[in-house]
């Protein structure tokens, strides 16, 4: 069974910076895509950044510049490090991985971005 446990929310001002962990269960690299998620209030789900086993990489356009998404094969882990945050970034952030026909989530860390 696949777990992933985020971690790294929190308030945060406008202007500062966050960064987003995700720790899977076992090895990344069995994983086709990892991406961060997120869903603000009366909102749909939207995809933040994605990034595939073979390296590529996507973003929302609203992030392009801001955030970054990373992996590290050795902790299993994938970041996204978030910097001039605005109050509209503010949102429940996912974790998600597919592996095979099958995807996965984690439980969501709130990102408050609030004076």
């Known amino acids: 069974q696949v ?3 985020e971690s790294g929310g929190g ?4 202007g500062g910076s966050l960064r987003l962990a995700c720790a899977a269960s076992g090895s990344i690299l069995s994983f086709f895509a990892m991406g961060w998620y997120r869903q603000a ?5 939207e ?5 595939t086993t073979g390296g590529n990489i996507n973003y929302l356009d609203s992030v392009k510049g801001r955030f970054t998404i990373s992996r590290d094969n050795a902790k299993n882990t994938v970041y996204l490090q978030m910097n001039s945050l605005k109050p509209d ?4 952030y996912y974790c998600h991985a ?4 099958e995807d996965y989530w984690g439980q969501g860390t709130q990102v408050t971005v609030s004076s």
């Open 47 to 51: 995809l933040v950044a994605g990034i």
């Open 3 to 5: 777990q992933l446990v």
């Open 89 to 92: 970034d503010t949102a429940v």
């Open 41 to 45: 209030p009366g909102k749909q789900r």
């Open 11 to 14: 308030l945060v001002l406008p």
């Open 98 to 101: 597919v592996k095979g026909l």
